[in-house]
């Protein structure tokens, strides 16, 4: 969706003209994969984070605009909401002090962005979603003064034909109406990007659908929505219900929502893009002048424009992305899973984590996805949403007897996950002082049973107890958060409560 589009009307034909771009695009890919024209194996990652702008009383700041121009980087752009940015940090090799390494590119890139902010009365705030954000906020006129985001809301409004309705029930229940996408600005993410070849990319697919339920439950970050408290990680009921172009009869129908955990392991990443072609009606209909097909015969790399910006449509928590780096074909799977934050500490920690659970489970003999069917894991990324790291996961039991048993994510990290990710690290030849230190501070997670969404959990209840109410506890809360971000001491360290004023 980073390509630039311009606002308009589209014809009736264009998407029938669309339709047929992207089956040839599809075509073309495969050609492209029996010809084997794709990169080679290079080890390479990358990292996105959503942020948030508020002020000094924690609100919501609608700047991002004036934030941006004064920050004058491209690593950092534009992102759905007024009050959103994101930064991108440039492609790493998997290898070395890679995770020391960007630990200090974000301390140093957030700290100048934050800097620049402050400019114009505002911060960075790493979240996943912020909790001051009220309902009042999430209107049209909200959106980031992009066209693309302008044409993706027109489309996805006259797609479902009436208010967006969200109703998610946790701790507290939240029911709500919407007349534009604007309540998915109130996610902000980190996603991790892997670079795969073909043969690789299903089995690389498949372990990061296997390990999305730890990795949510272990960095669920965003308790709070539209001052209520729902599920421990909740942007992911809020993503789906944001972005549900499907009115109540066609979900009575089976329909499948755009915002999609999936429904099966796959054997290749064609796989996955004629499930976006077969399932899902374009939202951005806009062609391309290129002939994937007439480029590919003539030996030439195709752009696929059409399917990469229709696979953007299609929220996925692991997406398989196609790119184009020095004139060769790449694959990417880009993990959306977890919230941004707390800290820069714990985003390396989940990322360390990530990348040597997905390098070690995908070179197993006996890959957890050959035991284990795919609707558990869709169950257990449920159940990690709504109860973070105290939830009880499915995961198969230790041996060869078979068969599966619910066991705390915790228990499952400490006992079995973290050894598995030291070696996947250790297969990236990863420093092992780095690799000790991230893995450490996951397992200091789970022993202390502290994560962001706990941590915000607490502070918001000491605060009710000390007398303030409910919008004061959350304001007093934030702010507490932001000191503590700023600090950059991992969560699990994180003194409890709010000092007393």
Same mark, same amino acid.
């Given at each position: 969706?980073?390509?630039?589009?311009?606002?308009?009307?589209?014809?009736?034909?264009?998407r029938?003209?669309?339709?047929?771009?992207?089956?040839q695009?599809?075509?073309?890919?495969?050609?492209?994969?029996?010809?084997?024209?794709?990169?080679?194996?290079?080890?390479?990652?990358?990292?996105?984070?959503?942020?948030?702008?508020t002020?000094?009383?924690a609100?919501?700041k609608?700047?991002?605009?004036?934030?941006?121009?004064r920050?004058?980087?491209?690593?950092?752009?534009t992102?759905l909401?007024?009050?959103?940015?994101?930064v991108?940090?440039?492609?790493?090799?998997?290898?070395?002090?890679?995770?020391?390494?960007?630990?200090?590119?974000?301390?140093?890139?957030?700290?100048?962005?934050?800097?620049?902010a402050?400019?114009v009365?505002?911060?960075?705030?790493?979240?996943?979603?912020?909790?001051?954000?009220?309902?009042?906020?999430?209107?049209?006129?909200?959106?980031?003064?992009?066209?693309?985001?302008?044409?993706?809301?027109?489309?996805?409004v006259?797609?479902?034909?009436?208010?967006?309705?969200?109703?998610?029930?946790?701790?507290?229940r939240?029911?709500?109406?919407?007349?534009?996408?604007?309540?998915?600005?109130?996610?902000?993410?980190?996603?991790?990007?892997?670079?795969?070849?073909?043969e690789?990319f299903?089995?690389?697919?498949?372990?990061?659908?296997?390990?999305?339920?730890?990795?949510?439950?272990?960095?669920?970050?965003?308790?709070?929505?539209?001052?209520? +408290?729902v *599920?421990?990680? !909740?942007?992911?009921? =809020?993503f $789906?219900?944001?972005t549900?172009?499907? /009115?109540?009869? %066609?979900?009575?129908?089976?329909?499948?929502?755009?915002?999609?955990?999936g +429904?099966? *392991?796959v054997? !290749?990443?064609?796989? =996955?893009? $004629?499930?976006?072609?077969?399932y899902? /009606?374009p939202l %951005?209909?806009?062609?391309?002048?290129?002939?994937?097909?007439r480029?590919?015969?003539?030996?030439?790399?195709?752009?696929?424009?059409?399917?990469?910006?229709?696979?953007?449509?299609?929220?996925?928590?692991?997406?398989?992305?196609?790119?184009?780096?020095?004139?060769?074909?790449?694959l990417?799977?880009?993990?959306?899973?977890?919230?941004?934050?707390?800290?820069v500490?714990?985003?390396?920690?989940?990322?360390?984590?990530?990348y040597?659970?997905?390098?070690?489970m995908?070179?197993?003999?006996?890959?957890?996805?050959?035991?284990?069917?795919?609707?558990?894991?869709?169950?257990?990324?449920?159940?990690?949403?709504?109860?973070?790291?105290?939830?009880?996961?499915?995961?198969?039991?230790?041996?060869?007897?078979?068969?599966?048993?619910?066991?705390p994510?915790?228990?499952?990290?400490?006992?079995?996950?973290?050894?598995?990710?030291?070696?996947?690290?250790?297969?990236?030849?990863?420093?092992?002082?780095?690799?000790?230190?991230?893995?450490?501070?996951?397992?200091?997670?789970?022993?202390?049973r502290?994560?962001?969404?706990?941590?915000?959990?607490?502070?918001?209840?000491?605060?009710?107890?000390?007398?303030?109410?409910?919008?004061?506890?959350?304001?007093?809360?934030?702010?507490?958060?932001?000191?503590?971000?700023?600090g950059?001491?991992?969560?699990?360290?994180?003194?409890?409560?709010?000092?007393?004023?």
């Amino acid at each position: 969706m980073g390509e630039k589009v311009v606002a308009g009307a589209f014809d009736l034909s264009d998407r029938q003209k669309y339709r047929k771009k992207l089956h040839q695009c599809l075509e073309a890919l495969s050609g492209l994969l029996a010809e084997r024209r794709f990169d080679r194996p290079r080890n390479l990652m990358g990292m996105e984070i959503e942020l948030n702008l508020t002020g000094a009383d924690a609100m919501p700041k609608m700047l991002n605009g004036e934030v941006l121009e004064r920050i004058a980087s491209h690593d950092f752009q534009t992102e759905l909401g007024m009050f959103n940015l994101e930064v991108n940090i440039v492609p790493h090799h998997l290898s070395g002090r890679v995770l020391d390494q960007l630990a200090e590119e974000l301390r140093t890139g957030l700290g100048y962005a934050d800097r620049k902010a402050g400019e114009v009365d505002a911060g960075i705030m790493m979240i996943g979603i912020l909790p001051t954000l009220g309902r009042d906020d999430m209107v049209r006129s909200n959106l980031s003064d992009v066209d693309r985001y302008a044409l993706l809301n027109d489309q996805m409004v006259a797609a479902r034909g009436e208010d967006f309705s969200l109703d998610i029930e946790g701790v507290e229940r939240l029911v709500a109406t919407a007349g534009s996408i604007t309540p998915e600005a109130a996610c902000t993410s980190l996603q991790l990007h892997l670079q795969v070849t073909p043969e690789r990319f299903a089995d690389v697919w498949n372990a990061a659908q296997a390990v999305a339920a730890v990795q949510v439950a272990l960095g669920a970050n965003s308790p709070f929505l539209f001052g209520r +408290e729902v *599920w421990r990680e !909740s942007r992911p009921p =809020l993503f $789906e219900q944001a972005t549900d172009t499907r /009115p109540p009869e %066609l979900r009575n129908q089976g329909v499948r929502p755009r915002t999609w955990f999936g +429904e099966k *392991w796959v054997g !290749s990443v064609e796989e =996955l893009f $004629e499930e976006n072609l077969r399932y899902f /009606p374009p939202l %951005l209909p806009i062609c391309d002048e290129e002939e994937p097909l007439r480029v590919l015969a003539d030996g030439g790399v195709p752009q696929l424009k059409e399917l990469v910006l229709h696979n953007g449509t299609v929220y996925r928590w692991n997406r398989p992305v196609y790119g184009i780096a020095d004139g060769v074909p790449h694959l990417r799977v880009e993990n959306r899973v977890l919230p941004a934050g707390p800290t820069v500490a714990d985003v390396i920690a989940n990322t360390a984590l990530y990348y040597g659970l997905v390098r070690a489970m995908a070179e197993e003999s006996r890959p957890v996805w050959t035991r284990m069917p795919f609707s558990a894991a869709a169950e257990s990324f449920e159940t990690a949403c709504r109860h973070g790291i105290d939830a009880e996961l499915l995961w198969p039991r230790p041996g060869r007897s078979g068969g599966l048993t619910r066991v705390p994510v915790t228990k499952l990290v400490r006992d079995e996950l973290l050894p598995l990710a030291a070696s996947g690290l250790d297969g990236w030849n990863i420093e092992p002082a780095d690799r000790d230190h991230y893995l450490g501070i996951i397992e200091e997670r789970c022993k202390r049973r502290t994560n962001g969404a706990s941590w915000q959990a607490d502070a918001y209840h000491r605060a009710r107890e000390a007398g303030l109410d409910r919008g004061a506890a959350l304001a007093a809360m934030t702010r507490r958060y932001g000191e503590l971000m700023q600090g950059g001491d991992p969560v699990h360290s994180w003194p409890a409560g709010i000092p007393e004023p």
